[in-house]
């Protein structure tokens, strides 16, 4: 008797895309093109994370969000679910919160301890965007491997660090992050592209990825005059969210 064929299985992600003075359109459907290479993936796409269940039944998830922070229920279902093996694939603007002082300076409050945890690192601030090097910092790492130094113009993510990190890719930075409340850094080196494990997942985030189009700055101005891109641009930005969704979709086999 002939064996019955054996087709691969559906592969069930979230994608959260969503926030403030973002082009989230933009971001949103080049990351949909992106999930849809592969045929077997099937995405729901929502604005937050109050949809638990689908983040609970889904082997992977997708963020690229500026400002937008879970309720400590969903921080702690989020935090069970990679522990159990779940692959979070964090982009720009996850771990930010955003407040303007009155002095009309933007602060960067300690208000989801246990995001930030998880995520393993907050934004704080970053410096006008601007050119600046790419380095590679573990090369034998798959994530990055054969990925050269590269050059891009983007934010430059300053974060304060929450957890032991695996850091795939990194730059240095010293000077000023004006606008911000924490505005002055000494000399060092920060997480571009990183790993965090947890229990039996992970979360792996990169920092590049900040894209603005002409209304994306309401209520704060009604006309942004320059549409932004930034790494968007590069090829090897590309790469990496690919690199990222291939890594994060291997949850549906490493949890089985």
């Given at each position: 008797m002939a064996e019955t064929p054996q087709h691969p299985g559906?592969?069930?992600?979230?994608?959260?895309a969503s926030g403030k003075y973002h082009d989230i359109d933009f971001a949103r459907l080049e990351l949909l093109k992106l999930l849809?290479?592969?045929?077997?993936?099937?995405?729901r796409v929502f604005e937050d994370y109050a949809n638990l269940d689908a983040i609970r039944n889904a082997s992977f998830l997708v963020t690229y969000t500026c400002d937008v922070v879970p309720s400590l229920e969903?921080?702690?279902a989020l935090r069970g679910w990679v522990e159990g093996g779940g692959r979070w694939y964090a982009l720009h603007g996850t771990s930010s919160i955003l407040r303007f002082l009155s002095n009309g300076l933007v602060d960067s409050p300690n208000w989801a301890p246990h995001?930030?945890?998880t995520l393993g690192s907050q934004f704080i601030a970053h410096p006008p965007i601007g050119p600046y090097r790419v380095e590679v910092a573990d090369a034998g790492h798959a994530l990055v491997r054969g990925i050269e130094p590269f050059d891009v113009t983007d934010e430059l993510y300053l974060s304060?660090?929450?957890?032991?990190?695996?850091?795939?890719?990194?730059a240095e930075f010293e000077g000023?992050?004006?606008g911000f409340a924490r505005s002055t850094w000494p000399r060092g080196r920060h997480p571009v592209f990183y790993l965090r494990a947890i229990g039996k997942g992970a979360v792996l985030y990169l920092t590049l990825g900040h894209c603005r189009g002409h209304h994306d700055m309401?209520?704060?101005m009604d006309h942004w005059p320059e549409?932004?891109?930034?790494?968007?641009e590069l090829p090897v930005y590309y790469e990496l969210l690919r690199r990222g969704i291939a890594w994060s979709k291997e949850a549906e086999t490493s949890t089985k």
């Open positions: 559906a592969i069930d992600g979230v994608l959260i849809a290479e592969d045929s077997h993936v099937r995405i969903q921080q702690e995001l930030m945890e304060d660090t929450h957890a032991g990190l695996q850091v795939l890719l990194d000023e992050a004006t309401r209520p704060l549409t932004q891109r930034c790494a968007w």
